[in-house]
């Protein structure tokens, strides 16, 4: 790889996002960040002989760094301990791969200690987003792409292994976009699961309308992610208690779900055709294996019922998001945080998804005092005219 700090000629193809004035006759805010980004250049001055955009000549300089330097160590000691440090650990080894040219962008034994983050300069940088952007579909998918050999380089520089101004140059290639509101992000209707149900029921198998019947029973009312119900075990589920403990939770945290009466029946059904042998709780149909379920397959699985029977995109985090603002209507912030596994009440209030009748239904509910036939009097009030 070059070691050239020089920056990449935009992609023509790739429309940049200052294409559309923020305001009317105003600058983009992507110009705004140019601008600071060449304002910051300017400002940086030599240090201690070393030329500004320098980075280590070593490749093997970022091995030598001390326990816990490593800047890959630096970013995934920020992230939740759990789910959200093994997916960004997979995210960064699938920017390991793609910026070392692997075949089939495979991160099957992938290190990303090994690769010299230090010696990444901007043309690379720049090559390495518009590939991403080919890749990826949806800017979320592209920002999350982008934004983990953002941090990487950012601790690059905390670490003393590139400059301040080499930092920057990276970064001004390695930019972000708003990927706009979400067109997903809705709330169940009782009509479209029990339509989803039916689908999931009309399957020529008696086994997959089992499997998939349970799933989305347990989806619907215990408010789990899919990641979560994927790495459930068998031993995680205690018929007595009617309760299931998450293990492989987003937080790192164990957590204690309570399964509603009317779910337990499709989950016994499911259980009397995979058995009761130790493994993965939900597993390919049985014959296959007791391994466990890939959350993108369960994804799949329902969004195919979900077109069978006419029902409007959504996404398996729907399902969470209508037991969370189902709940909130009748019981209070506190419990369903804690029912949703969350530590701060602000995370349970995103998912709360109440339309405009329930806030008009909410208005109308309170109490105005009225006497009939007459206007009311109101109290005179001290220099009031």
Not at 48 to 55: D, I, K
Not at 95 to 114: E, F, Q
Not at 217 to 243: F, K, S, Y
Request: net charge positive; proline share 9%.
């Amino acid at each position: 790889m070059t070691t050239a700090g020089s920056p990449a000629t935009p992609d023509p193809q790739q429309p940049r996002p200052d294409a559309t004035p923020a305001a009317p006759g105003g600058p983009s805010a992507f110009a705004v960040f140019r601008a600071a980004a060449a304002h910051r250049r300017s400002q940086h001055t030599r240090d201690h002989g070393r030329p500004e955009a320098w980075a280590d000549p070593d490749p093997a300089a970022i091995l030598a760094l001390p326990a816990g330097r490593h800047p890959v160590d630096r970013v995934l000691a920020r992230q939740k301990a759990g789910r959200s440090r093994a997916n960004f650990r997979y995210k960064l080894a699938g920017a390991h791969a793609r910026l070392a040219g692997m075949p089939g962008r495979s991160v099957t034994g992938t290190d990303p200690h090994s690769f010299p983050w230090h010696h990444l300069d901007a043309d690379a940088a720049a090559e390495y987003r518009r590939e991403v952007y080919r890749a990826y579909p949806k800017q979320s998918s592209r920002n999350d792409a982008v934004s983990v050999v953002r941090r990487v380089v950012t601790q690059c520089h905390r670490v003393g292994l590139i400059s301040a101004l080499r930092r920057d140059e990276l970064l001004e290639e390695l930019y972000t976009v708003a990927p706009g509101p979400s067109t997903k992000r809705r709330r169940l209707a009782p009509s479209e699961v029990a339509a989803l149900l039916a689908a999931c029921e009309d399957q020529p198998t008696p086994k997959g309308a089992a499997r998939d019947t349970a799933i989305v029973a347990l989806l619907r009312t215990t408010g789990m992610r899919v990641g979560e119900l994927a790495g459930l075990d068998l031993a995680d589920w205690e018929r007595a208690d009617q309760t299931m403990c998450l293990r492989d939770t987003k937080n790192g945290r164990d957590h204690l779900v309570f399964l509603h009466p009317d779910a337990v029946p499709y989950l016994d059904r499911w259980l009397g055709i995979r058995g009761h042998a130790p493994g993965a709780l939900f597993t390919p149909l049985p014959g296959h294996g007791l391994r466990h379920l890939n959350p993108n397959y369960i994804q799949q699985r329902i969004q195919l019922h979900a077109r069978t029977v006419g029902i409007p995109p959504f996404g398996c985090h729907d399902f969470r998001r209508t037991f969370a603002t189902e709940l909130l209507r009748s019981h209070d912030v506190a419990l369903v945080g804690k029912l949703l596994n969350h530590t701060k009440l602000s995370s349970t209030l995103i998912y709360d998804l109440a339309d405009e009748d329930e806030q008009r239904a909410a208005v109308a509910s309170l109490d105005l005092p009225s006497v009939a036939g007459r206007p009311v009097e109101l109290p005179h009030v001290d220099g009031a005219a």
